[in-house]
């Protein structure tokens, strides 16, 4: 059986997930956020996949987050510029 996956935060580093997670205008980054800290509380990656958000996410796409975060903190779990108004030849 695998082991549980953990956060373990600093008490700085929570409070700056806590208040971007609270006045972010992205909600997507809202919801990555909070997903965080519910993992770092002490839920498992899937209990907040399936009931901690407001909506379900697959398990898998949680601990993307969570590696992403462990990666490159805050700016990885922001998505990247998409191309815009480039028409396909």
Known sequence: MPVP???????????????????????????????????????SIRQVAQQGLLRRRKPDTVADWLNRYEAAGLAGLVQLPRRRGTAWP
């Open 5 to 43: 996956r953990t956060l373990t935060l600093s008490t700085s580093a929570r409070a700056e997930l806590a208040h971007a997670a609270r006045t972010d205008a992205r909600p997507y980054v809202r919801e990555r956020w909070s997903a965080l800290l519910k993992i770092a509380a002490g839920a």
